[in-house]
Each structure stands twice: as structure tokens, then as C-alpha cells.
């Protein structure tokens, strides 16, 4: 039986590469590798291994239907069955008006507001909560003198497993999101609100960032607030250097319930080819509320 669903596999996998040029299908994905060491563990893991499917293809009255369909799998360890989860999923429509897309993928707060010092390979400073992605619609307006507009609802019913499972996280409801970004010269601003109207004992989050290019490297600042969690405020930077990146951000996080703590992490990347695709990075920091010291170093190789 193995060997007949890794002959399928091999099969499969051969019809895709003849097919895709013509569908307009691209295949993608990488291994991420990392070995970290911490407080209380030391592990070499999997660090977001993915491999997906994405394309466009043109359609009647100047529109573009685009998708994206995007697994997760373990790397570090063999196992007689391999866990693979959903990464992203969606399809969308964009022209002059904009772009909408519907199905799994980032959260567009988490995008402009969170991500500005938050962009590590393996460290994760704290976030206020946003909703869970899935089951969502999203809108993306083109840039109008320099601003741009987002908006995204998460709908979920009686129906969703989160909804009726014994302790539920989500309930009926709708989540609404929406961002606000500005751009003029070096300088971006973006404002972020997430409803979080349908989790449970969730109070809205509202945010701020900014960043700024001074040439010689990109400033960024954070502020976002939750009246249930607290509020985190951040600085960042990144900048090129010869073969690769270096980037780092400190943070504080004033909770409402509890003892309030600092996190901050440092980065390095050094490609290892000329596309930036295959790369090694080294990180260090402290993070989280028992502020815990951490070092890890990892590689890239993406396809």
C-alpha cells in the first residue's frame, strides 16, 4: 500500500510539473531549519516549512482571477505520518478597482500594523490579539494619493466546529477589520482596528505604526492597544548589509492584568546565493512575560 500511494505521489507530482506552465500554475515552497536554544529547552526544529500552489490567469472585462493554495509540514522529524496543515488558501478577483480574495490568509492588522518589528525568522515578540484567519473576505483598494484602504469581514455561523465545539473560542458573529496605510516619500503610516466581535471575551484591538527610510537603514514604530490585554509600543530597524540583512526591535508590554515585561531581539541573515533564496541567520534575544533569553541559528532553502 506505501508503495502504491508514493507511486501515485510520484505520478501526481510529474503530471503537475508538465501541466502548470500551461495553467498558469507555480509551484513554491522552502525548508526552514532551525536550532534553538532557550531557557528551559534546546531543540533543532522545523522553523515554517510550506510548499504551495499559486497563478492568475487573465478573464473577461480587464479582470485577473488569482489564487493560492499553501501547505505546512514538518521537516525535523520522520514519522510514519507526516502532520500537514493548511497554510493559506484563497482565490480573488483585482483590476482598477482594487482586489478582493476570500478563503485563509494573513491578517491585513497583523500585516501593516504588527509585522513592521515583528518580521523574524524564528524569534515572535508579543502581539495584541486579532482574529483567526479563515472564512474570510477581503478588500484591498488601489493607492489614491498616497493612501491605500483595506477592509476585511470574518463571518462565521452556528456551523463553524469552533463555534459549537464544549469550549468554544469563537462564537456567531461577524469579525470586521480595517487598515488605513499613507505613504508620501520615505515615510508610512498605517492605522489598524480589529473588532474581534466574534472570540470569546476578545475586546476590540486598535493600532499604530510607522516606519521611515533613511537610506542607510528603515526606522519603524509600533503602538497597539487592547483594553482586556494592555498595551505593547515598539521600536525596530532593518538594513542591508553586503550579503544579507540586519534587523532588531525592542518592545514594552504594559498589561492590564499582571506584571508588565520587555522583549527585544537581533538578527543577522547571510545569503549563500545571489537571489537571497538560500540563506543562514542568527538571533538572540529575550521575549515573552518571564522575559526568557533565547539564541537560535537556522537556514533557509527556498524553491
Known amino acids: 500500500m506505501k508503495k502504491t500511494l508514493v507511486a501515485v505521489a510520484v505520478t501526481t507530482a510529474a503530471f503537475t510539473a508538465v501541466t502548470a506552465q500551461a495553467a498558469d500554475i507555480n509551484t513554491y515552497g522552502n525548508i526552514q531549519l532551525v536550532y534553538a536554544d532557550g531557557e528551559d529547552t534546546a531543540e533543532l526544529t522545523d522553523n515554517g516549512s510550506t510548499f504551495g500552489f499559486k497563478g492568475e490567469k487573465e478573464l473577461k472585462h480587464g479582470l485577473t482571477g488569482f489564487f493560492k493554495y499553501e501547505l505546512e509540514a514538518d521537516a525535523d522529524e520522520k514519522t510514519s505520518d507526516v502532520d500537514v496543515n493548511l497554510d493559506q488558501a484563497y482565490v480573488g478577483l483585482k483590476g482598477d478597482f482594487g482586489k478582493v480574495q476570500v478563503g485563509t490568509f494573513d491578517s491585513i492588522y497583523n500585516n501593516a500594523i504588527q509585522d513592521g518589528i515583528d518580521s523574524y525568522e524564528y524569534?515572535?515578540?508579543?502581539?495584541?490579539?486579532?482574529?483567526t484567519e479563515g472564512d474570510t473576505i477581503a478588500y484591498f483598494s488601489p493607492e489614491?494619493?498616497?493612501?491605500?484602504?483595506?477592509?476585511s469581514a470574518q463571518v462565521t455561523g452556528d456551523g463553524e466546529s469552533e463555534v459549537t465545539a464544549t469550549t468554544p473560542t469563537q462564537e456567531d458573529g461577524t469579525a470586521l477589520t480595517a487598515v488605513?496605510?499613507?505613504?508620501?516619500?520615505d515615510l508610512e503610516l498605517a492605522v489598524g482596528y480589529d473588532s474581534l466581535e466574534n472570540a470569546i471575551n476578545k475586546d476590540?484591538?486598535?493600532?499604530l505604526a510607522?516606519?521611515?527610510?533613511?537610506?542607510?537603514a528603515n526606522v519603524m514604530a509600533k503602538y497597539e492597544d487592547n483594553s482586556d490585554e494592555g498595551t505593547n509600543i515598539g521600536l525596530g530597524f532593518n538594513a542591508d548589509h553586503a550579503d544579507g540583512l540586519l534587523y532588531g526591535s525592542v518592545q514594552t508590554v504594559d498589561l492590564e492584568t499582571g506584571s508588565d515585561y520587555d522583549e527585544y531581539a537581533v538578527g543577522v541573515t547571510y545569503n549563500l546565493d545571489y537571489d537571497g533564496d538560500v540563506y543562514v541567520y542568527v538571533e538572540a534575544g529575550q521575549q515573552g512575560t518571564a522575559e526568557d533569553s533565547f539564541s537560535?541559528?537556522?537556514a533557509v532553502y527556498a524553491f
Open 204 to 207: 476590540s484591538t486598535i493600532g
Open 180 to 185: 488605513v496605510k499613507y505613504s508620501a516619500g
Open 296 to 298: 537560535a541559528l537556522g
Open 144 to 151: 489614491m494619493n498616497g493612501f491605500e484602504v483595506q477592509v
Open 123 to 131: 524569534a515572535g515578540l508579543t502581539g495584541s490579539s486579532t482574529t
Open 210 to 216: 510607522a516606519s521611515y527610510d533613511l537610506g542607510v
